[in-house]
């Protein structure tokens, strides 16, 4: 029984990282956005992860099998937050806007 409850805590928190980064889309520009918020995302990912990295270097013995997922982390959070999350958004592809008496007065003057 005591050991099931300890996988259920423990595959909740594996997954609080992943649910976490997508509390940015969720809430959008009024709680989280661009660096600031991507990096308060991925600090938070990081703390939650602390105990999978502890298992992990009492299972190897060694740091290298907690620095792999660190690194793991990192490069799957910065596809998914520099990647993924602006195509999704469409944030690449939106135009910046003009002002059309700008525009009017640019091509009169030429």
Known sequence: MWAGLRAGVGAALGLVPHLLHHVGLLAG???????????????????????????LRARFGSWRAPALGVVVFTGLFALSAFVVGPAISGEADTPLPTDPAVTQDHEVHH
């Open 29 to 55: 520009a009024a709680v989280l956005t661009g660096a600031v918020g991507n990096g308060v995302l991925y600090v938070v990912g990081l703390v939650f992860s602390i105990p999978l990295l502890r298992r």
